[in-house]
């Protein structure tokens, strides 16, 4: 049987630099690092993966929006806009937006029936603004962190993720409900065809998620957001400097394990720059 999902590509829009401490925890506390480092990595890649599948066009997260880097109002203001500020910088030019990334692939943002979001940190919901024809899938955990009184500080804007007329999916991974992953205890099964599969993947935030392709025949992939800004760190479980550092390393090896089911497995974070040539390596494999 011929697989539902026609192929698998990568975007970008735009890229980031960020502190090294960023990439790979040095243990210190967040804000200490975030206060006195002096450094930042080269840019790297605000990826978009795009998936075509036969129930239509799927995206894993939607990037940044070019206003963060045009609009003087797009970040809070104060303290918490200060530490945006030392946290990430961003180039974004004006064919960087999400529409321009796809169709230099061949697509057109019209054609995006899901978009699913890793997390709602601002460079993974850039292009919810054109996608409201579309089904936006996040995890209820991650939705509930959104309300807290702290989620601009925790890097959550509402005012760019709540915009009206948005179709929202919120799902929940209650133990047992779905197929046991690994060690991933539950997953959803996005069209019930076996294709894509949601695992809940905690620690950079509350609600993180990643996404599973499977096809008979080809080497699996795992998109999976900011769980890791560099596969090489995962083997020796070295975590980002953002999240929750046990609940990164209890994911990470949880990702690793997958290893053990799928010994090919391709992992694809958003921030990888050897991320697309992992993809395009394996695609051309299949």
């Known amino acids: 049987m011929s697989s539902p999902i026609r192929s698998v590509e990568v975007v970008s829009t735009g890229t980031v630099a960020i502190r090294p401490e960023h990439v790979a925890s040095s243990h210190a506390p967040l804000l200490w690092w975030l206060l006195t480092s002096r450094r930042w990595t080269a840019p790297r890649p605000i990826n978009v993966y795009v998936v075509e599948h036969e129930q239509g066009l799927v995206l894993f997260d939607t990037g940044q929006d070019r206003a963060s ?12 806009g200060w530490l945006y500020g030392r946290l990430a910088k961003f180039q974004i030019g004006t064919e960087d937006t999400l529409p321009a990334a796809l169709a230099r692939s061949g697509h057109d943002i019209g054609d995006v029936r899901y978009a699913i979001l890793s997390h709602l ?23 509930r962190s959104l309300q807290r009184p702290d989620a601009a500080l925790n890097g959550l804007m509402r005012g760019h993720i709540e915009l009206p007329g948005l179709a929202w999916r919120r799902v929940s991974f209650t133990d047992g409900a779905g197929e046991r992953v690994g060690e991933f205890p539950t997953s959803i099964d996005l069209f019930g065809d076996g294709s894509l599969i949601l695992l809940s993947t905690p620690g950079h935030t509350p609600g993180s998620m990643s996404l599973l392709v499977r096809r008979e025949g080809a080497t699996p992939l795992l998109m999976v957001g900011d769980l890791t800004y560099d596969v090489a760190l995962m083997p020796e479980e070295r975590v980002p400097g953002v999240g929750d550092h046990a609940k990164l390393q209890a994911t990470t090896r949880a990702v690793n394990a ?17 991320a697309a040539d992992r993809l395009h390596r394996a695609e051309a494999r299949n």
């Open 69 to 80: 880097v045009t609009d003087p109002h797009y970040f809070p203001k104060g303290i918490v």
């Open 258 to 274: 997958l290893r053990t089911i799928y010994p090919d497995l391709v992992i694809l974070p958003a921030h990888d720059p050897s």
């Open 121 to 143: 940190h601002q460079d993974h919901i850039g292009g919810l603004a054109e996608l409201r024809h579309a089904e936006i899938v996040v995890n209820d955990d991650e939705w």
